[in-house]
């Protein structure tokens, strides 16, 4: 037998109630915004002007929606994410709040050939394989600015971990990196960005325990130079 579901059958995101619970509650607005998003559209904020358009690369339900206000310009929406079940949620109850569901793009970041303005990546390279591919899509679909949220450090470190927060009886692997700031910098640096590090605020600089493993938070910020 041979099946073509294996995307999804071992995707965790496709495999965990609390956190269909968790996305849905964010889009209507019942939890407190993350304050990893508050900081990363301080940092959009310095770039956008108003009409601008913004890649939400790897938006789960597309709740990070709620924060473009913070921007100080309207901005052109528009989320991609490789879980139907996650996107399904936002589709579903973002348009009550003017967002709609087709600016939310089912895709893998690196299927992802775009033309935007602006990117935001939040807590998505980290749980990749490895970010070369993906990033490169994203620096290669952005005009002006790329902001990014992932576990760096000054070493790198790549682990492929159980989650034990899945629902009961999915047993399922995935990846928990972390990724050497000045590699990922000279990367960056590479298809013609400068590229500033911020300290995250949630975490102050310190490791945070994410499914039982330590994620180092950092903020990238990558503006285009100009030609």
């Known amino acids: 037998m041979i099946a073509r579901d294996g995307w999804s059958r071992f995707n965790i995101w496709e495999h965990s109630a609390q956190v269909r619970l968790l996305y849905a509650q964010r889009c209507r607005r019942e939890v407190e915004e993350m304050t990893s998003h508050r900081q990363a559209m301080r940092l959009l904020a310095t ?15 597309g709740y990070l929606f709620h924060s473009l206000p913070a921007v100080g310009v309207p901005l052109e929406y528009y989320g991609a994410d490789a879980s139907p079940a996650l996107l399904a949620i936002g589709r579903s109850i973002l ?10 793009i089912d895709v893998r970041l690196e299927d992802i050939r775009a033309e935007v303005d602006h990117v935001v990546c939040i807590n998505v390279l980290t749980n990749l394989d490895n970010y070369h591919r993906p990033l490169e899509r994203l620096l290669l679909a952005a005009r002006r ?14 682990s492929y971990v159980e989650d034990r927060y899945l629902d009961p009886g999915v047993r399922l692997k ?51 130079q100009a030609v």
């Open 47 to 61: 770039h956008a002007r108003a009409g601008d358009s913004l890649l939400d690369a790897g938006c789960g339900s």
């Open 95 to 104: 348009p009550d709040y003017g967002l709609a569901p087709e600016r939310l």
């Open 145 to 158: 600015s790329v902001i990014l949220r992932e576990s760096i450090s000054n070493f790198s470190r790549y």
């Open 174 to 224: 995935v990846h928990v990196n972390t990724y050497a700031r000045d590699e990922i910098e000279a990367f960056i640096r590479g298809y013609g960005y400068h590229v500033s590090f911020h300290t995250d605020e949630y975490t102050r600089g310190q490791p945070q325990q994410v499914i039982d493993n330590p994620h180092w938070w950092t903020f990238v910020e990558a503006v285009r």
